[in-house]
């Protein structure tokens, strides 16, 4: 965001953001779906170890025009943890699906478990939904192609990008894109504003709290 030379009587007045989404990033563990939030919200990539339980990140944005506060939510990919997470579909705007191309299995557990678990839990109707093809850096080792991607996105109504953490291609895309979509949604916006009155950073059950400080 811009910083401003502006008096801090002026600043007071304004809001700090138009907006406030959540978003979640879901997926099986190892598909790299911390990895892509540490690239978007700090640009860096690591080698991350599997998020236990869950974490999340906040980032601020123009896009579209509008001051956005994004609470990004980190699920923990591990069968263990799923009941854990599932609270956190709890009134997210957006939800990204994230696979890692050289591994198949990661794809067809989209259909098999996640697309399930989205119908499952989530909370709006209009939720915008995005496929993440992640680690495009590794086409050598492609096991899902472009096109399976793409039918799979028109089938479930999402969104489609392949992206690469860790080289940067297509991560900002993936949630630029996500985001705008949102903000041409108007009964996703409702209880987005920033008057609007709802906390969503205290959902956090206390058995995550020790598990979002030590992991990614």
């Not at 939030?37 to 700090?42: D, H, V």
């Not at 939510?73 to 696979?99: C, H, K, N, P």
């Amino acid at each position: 965001m811009d910083s401003s030379s502006s008096s801090s009587s002026s600043l007071s007045q304004q809001p700090e953001f138009d907006y406030l989404f959540k978003l979640l990033l879901i997926g099986d563990s190892g598909v790299g779906k911390s990895s892509l939030l540490l690239r978007f919200t700090a640009d860096s990539f690591e080698d991350l170890s599997p998020t236990i339980g869950v974490d999340f990140k906040v980032k601020m944005v123009n896009i579209g025009g509008k001051k956005l506060k994004l609470a990004i939510w980190d699920t923990a990919g591990q069968e263990r943890f799923r009941t854990l997470t599932s609270s956190y579909y709890r009134g997210a705007q957006g939800i990204i699906m994230v696979y890692d191309v050289t591994r198949r299995e990661t794809f067809t557990n989209l259909s098999d478990i996640w697309a399930k678990e989205i119908d499952l839990y989530s909370t709006n109707q209009d939720c915008i939904k995005m496929l993440v093809g992640n680690k495009v850096d590794k086409e050598s080792e492609r096991a899902v192609t472009k096109k399976e991607g793409i039918e799979f996105a028109r089938e479930y109504g999402c969104l489609f990008l392949e992206c690469s953490a860790k080289t940067k291609v297509n991560v900002e895309q993936c949630f630029e894109e996500l985001v705008l979509k949102i903000l041409d949604t108007p009964s996703l916006l409702a209880d987005a504003s920033s008057g609007a009155k709802k906390n969503i950073f205290k959902q956090k059950p206390p058995e995550a709290d020790a598990a979002a400080s030590s992991c990614c």
